[in-house]
């Protein structure tokens, strides 16, 4: 199913021939069509109008208006059902939400905002009770009856439910056929093998057990239901070409059975032209003229054998050609859709209350006209998104506050408070760079990998911008980084009361934490999320023990020089030797020779951390572009 609706990576290699007679590749006709996933992949903590509204934002055309896209909201609330939730949250484990049915038509709901065509649902009813499934069977068909084609997978529905299809495919052990056509007539289909319905069972099951041999027919012998399809098909295409040629034949009796006087002249004129040809054999115009229909003949069948000799490589060749061709097209396509999006709704026609599904063509021109809104304006709507699934956790916001200002707290009391040598405030700092570190990984592993990734995996499978999805989240964790740095740094400032100006402080610790949380990108994009905290720890434990050893050759001297806690020490470092006094001025030149630190490299320092943290992020989002294509729902 993923492959039909071209969100798999072997729907690239799927192709589909429309009514134009020509052969595209599947993944063209993406935006025309909607997969629902069995699990209830969305967003927890927003609610259903905001739920819908998001993926309207990124799957209508860049061309629609903001009042467009909230009609078409409102219409599909409407038809799913969902009027009394609309402002509730979707809810989790944890927090309260919606019921499991009304879920279920939420996922349903969010690829309808998509005004598809044609809708694929992979077993939507997968943990409901009969009531729940009802319903939501019953949203699917209004929505089929507003003009989208709807094809669900669906295991043992009750009678109801079952009532509600129009038509019906069974498959057999192996995927293979054993009914496909009307809901009303399988019933009748399977009588006609020799099976009985028993009473007082649900049809549905009845025809899963027929299927499953569990259900004999009346004369004891076994079925094999998936020939019986196929002989039936058979027949039925038989009685068709022979209905086809009585039509045929009727037709030619009508014309040359006939006694008007047009018939009889053209047959006299056929014998005409014909007669005096075989009679005539020497005539030079008349061999001219045979000799050049041997001639034709004769490079006809050249022709013929040439293109059955090369066919396979030629197939070969125009199938590569093809697939660069429309592969090429498609990127250049995405590319202007993204960077030159319309800014503004163009003047649509036909847009009015209700869901428009108007389906007078299947071309490619349908799906190239539907481009996704731009660059700019999905990293708005991603930004947005984030800022407000941020408010709504206010306790695991103050939570994490806490815990910088906790640690922050410790370390400062656990400093020399500017009373040691500056090899004392080494050993100190060294420790909080190492909880800085952890600290800054941590919620930056969260940002890509936590637990809203499967819905990115989805959103990006159906059209999403991972360009713009990484640009808005890592420009709202800049926010972040700011005020957790001042709330960490406050605290540690204020308890070790260093010599260093607290400016100073705070720009390396920004700088650290920058560069540690695009590591944590990274790491986020290389591996799960638990296996990715356990590197974290680890990578930051490894960074202080390379930054202590102040080695400049061989290995070392290179793990030194990326090394954010290398970078780090130094510019702490710098900051406090540039306010020493009395004694201390004596010994910073000494200790500052012994660490091979050089007192005006303060900036240097900060501009290495930086370019560690954006090199870092690029890596990341090459990751988030080029890794798990495979990652789809």
């Not at 071209?6 to 134009?20: D, I």
Request: proline residues 3%; hydrophobic residues 45%.
């Amino acid at each position: 199913m993923s492959c039909q609706t071209g969100s798999s990576p072997t729907a690239y290699q799927c192709t589909v021939v429309p009514y134009a007679c020509r052969v595209e590749r599947l993944e063209r006709h993406k935006r025309l069509m909607g997969f629902v996933p069995q699990d209830d992949v969305m967003y927890r903590n927003l609610t259903v109008e905001e739920n819908l509204t998001y993926s309207a934002c990124f799957r209508l055309p860049g061309s629609t208006s903001e009042s467009q896209r909230t009609q078409v909201v409102a219409n599909a609330i409407a038809v799913l059902g969902l009027g009394d939730v609309r402002h509730s949250l979707i809810g989790d484990e944890e927090v309260r939400g919606i019921s499991g049915g009304q879920r279920k038509r939420v996922n349903v709901g969010i690829e309808l905002v998509a005004d598809p065509s044609l809708m694929f649902l992979d077993e939507p009813t997968s943990g409901l009770d009969s009531t729940a499934s009802k319903l939501v069977v019953q949203a699917l068909k209004r929505v089929a009856q507003s003009g989208v084609t709807v094809a669900a997978v669906i295991h043992q529905p009750s009678y109801e439910t079952f009532s509600f299809f129009d038509d019906l495919v069974l498959l057999a052990k192996g995927g293979l056929t054993a009914y496909c056509g009307l809901q009303q007539g399988v019933q009748a289909y399977f009588e006609g093998l020799g099976f009985e319905v028993p009473e007082h069972v649900n049809p549905a099951d009845a025809f899963l057990d027929i299927i499953s041999g569990a259900i004999m027919p009346k004369s004891g012998a076994a079925v094999d239901i998936a020939a019986a399809w196929r002989a039936h098909q058979s027949g039925i295409d038989a009685a068709a070409g022979a209905a086809q040629q009585q039509a045929g034949a009727s037709a030619v009796v009508s014309v040359h059975g006939g006694r008007s006087s047009n018939g009889a002249a053209m047959v006299s004129n056929l014998e005409a032209d014909t007669l005096p040809e075989t009679q005539t054999l020497r005539d030079p115009k008349v061999l001219l003229r045979h000799a050049r229909r041997l001639l034709l003949l004769g490079l006809a069948l050249t022709a013929t054998a040439v293109r059955d000799n090369l066919s396979s490589t030629a197939a070969a060749v125009q199938e590569a050609v093809l697939s660069i061709r429309t592969a090429a097209a498609d990127q250049l396509q995405d590319w202007a859709a993204m960077l030159a999006a319309p800014r503004s709704s163009s003047s649509s026609s036909g847009a009015n209350s209700r869901l428009r599904h108007s389906r007078a063509s299947t071309d490619a021109a349908v799906s190239s006209r539907r481009s996704p809104p731009g660059l700019v304006r999905q990293f708005y709507w991603c930004l947005s998104r984030a800022v407000l699934m941020r408010t709504r956790e206010p306790m695991l916001v103050f939570i994490e506050y806490i815990i910088y200002a906790i640690t922050g707290s410790f370390l400062g009391l656990m400093s020399d408070r500017g009373r040691g040598s500056i090899a004392d405030y080494v050993g100190n700092v060294v420790y909080n760079i190492v909880a800085l570190g952890m600290l800054a990984m941590v919620s930056g592993i969260k940002v890509f990998g936590g637990p809203d990734r499967l819905v990115f995996y989805r959103k990006a499978s159906a059209g999403l911008s991972k360009l713009a999805y990484f640009w808005a989240l890592d420009t709202w964790g800049h926010v972040g980084l700011l005020l957790r740095c001042a709330v960490y740094l406050s605290m540690y400032y204020s308890f070790s009361q260093p010599r260093a100006v607290l400016w100073q402080m705070y720009m390396v610790t920004c700088a650290i934490y920058y560069a540690c949380t695009g590591m944590a990108y990274v790491l986020s994009q290389l591996m799960s999320p638990n296996a990715a905290q356990l590197t974290a720890a680890v990578a930051a434990l490894i960074n202080a023990l390379v930054a202590s050893k102040f080695s400049t050759s061989g290995v070392m001297g290179v793990l030194n020089k990326i090394s954010y806690a290398r970078w780090g020490l130094e510019g702490y470092v710098i900051a406090e030797t540039n306010y020493l006094t009395g004694v201390w001025l004596l010994a910073r030149c000494a200790d500052l020779k012994w660490m091979q630190y050089d007192i005006n490299q303060f900036w240097y320092c900060i501009k290495m951390l930086m370019y560690l943290g954006f090199g870092s992020r690029i890596a990341a989002c090459l990751g988030l572009l080029l890794l798990h294509k495979d990652k789809t729902l």
